[in-house]
């Protein structure tokens, strides 16, 4: 069974439909691309997973069989968001802690780490990242490309086994894209199971397993990486593709 | 010391300042001082010389000014004015805690805090409408009535407790309104990484809309410090009725420009304060590229 489990998933924001029946289910180690245009309820689908916008119809299951069911009205979000890291397009720092401090709030008060295991925990993954003299600085004295690599720390500090990227590059200088870009990929390569919703169709294609289109509220699409670009079978897929060709 | 070759490097980072623009600069700086010395000497000259050569000057000064009186009044009005330190303490330390808590029921979510959320919404809207006199007569004046048993009738604690009633509804909203300064995507990036709600609150939101708050808050425990002089209505001797007290035994009113000038004293490091806190603010703002 599938590690993370959409199924028929509704959600509408004042009477406006968002997503109407989204279905979609990744393996463990999975890479998975969300692509669509503006608006199309990407980032909606990745806040309904983390429970942080509640699902109007439909279940989201974590961990297989025997896991969370988010949607389940008795179900501890607490827990499921231990298990799963989301890291915003706008970084959303908290400006008032240090770079550690940032890092090590959830480890100390979710998990009840000491501080000297949150903080060595928090300083390997610095250097992990190349941001170890980072450590004691402010959020905004960072480039905004050390902030997002810093944001995604923050979320693999709860040692997720699922991370949701919410177009972790669209808020950065061109030329600060490949350093997160470089974090994405290493984290695929280590094994992370990731959803990461993304404008960057070169990057999907290098780092995805499979590709998932979202058009009018539902999955139109959804195929391996180098087929979802290559042979394109819906005409809705196709009209994207040339769309954000013609683009770049 | 930098060594020849590396010069060239950083030679880019000066920025180069015309000679004749700079000592341009210094001269004009040099006059602007001066210009503004000799208009605020000119100035308070013509206030002092057109006050003082008014028919009633040497009256107002025998009866307002009059050094002899200030120096008799001092011991007395400077021991009533502790009492007004003391109440003001105790009400700020009250006022800081319970507003909090009246801002944060405010800002309750779900149906089941309604009850709270209209008790404090009411609570808020009463106490910021009525003006703080009425609520120290109200209550000074008004409990004691009800000869409750067990309930102290002392005007002081009684004022006191007014103060911090009325007070209460305004440092309220300050905190209202820092806290809701504070953009959703922070509580939504806390909650995220698995923070409870009141985690969120507490360790996210609250810092920092304190932080931003601090000017406003100093100017409400500024007009606090004055109001303090309120209690005097209910008879307990702080620095106005004391003042009162000595004016009306010597037909001299001295006493009451040395407790203003207490006031005055107390209140301008807080002012002083507030003005440069909310000047760093604002340039660390402009300086971060914030509105
Ligand atoms: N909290 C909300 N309240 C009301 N409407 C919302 C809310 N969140 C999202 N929407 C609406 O839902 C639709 C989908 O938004 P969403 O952010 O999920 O799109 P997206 O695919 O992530 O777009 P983008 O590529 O621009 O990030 C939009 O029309 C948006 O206005
Ligand atoms: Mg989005």
Redesign the interface.
Known sequence: MSYLTVHDVHKAFEGVPVLRGVSLAVDLHEAVALVGASGSGKSTLLRCI?G?VGVDAGTIRIGGADGLDVTAHDID???V??Q???V?Q?Y?????MSVLQNIT??PR??LGLSRAMAEGRARDLLARFGLADKADDYP?RLSGGQQQRVAIV??LA?QPQLMLLDEVTSALDPQLVGEVLDVIKELKESGMTIVMATHEMTFAREVADRVCFLSGGVVVEEAEAHRFFDEPQDPRTREFLARVRAWA | MTTPAEAPLEAPDIPYVDPERFLGQRRRGRRNAWVASVSTVVVFAVLVVGITSTPGWSQVQETFFNWDAAVATWPVVIRAFVLNIKIFLVAEFFILILALLVALARGLQGPVFLPVRILATVYVDFFRGVPTILVILLLGFGVPALHLSGVTNSPLVWGTVALIVSYTAYVAEVYRAGIESVHP??R?????????SL?ATR??VL??AI?RVIPPLLNDFIALQKETALVSLLGPVEVLRAAQIDAASNFNYTPYVVAALLFVAITLPLTRLTDWLQRRATSRRSA?GMP
Do not use: M, T
């Open positions: 983390d942080l979000l607490d827990e968001r231990q799963v890291g989301l915003f706008q959303n720092l908290f400006p008032h709030l959830a008060k979710v905004d923050r979320a709860l | 995507s922070q939504a990036a806390a909650r995220s990484l698995g923070l409870s985690q360790y996210v810092p920092q932080r971060a």
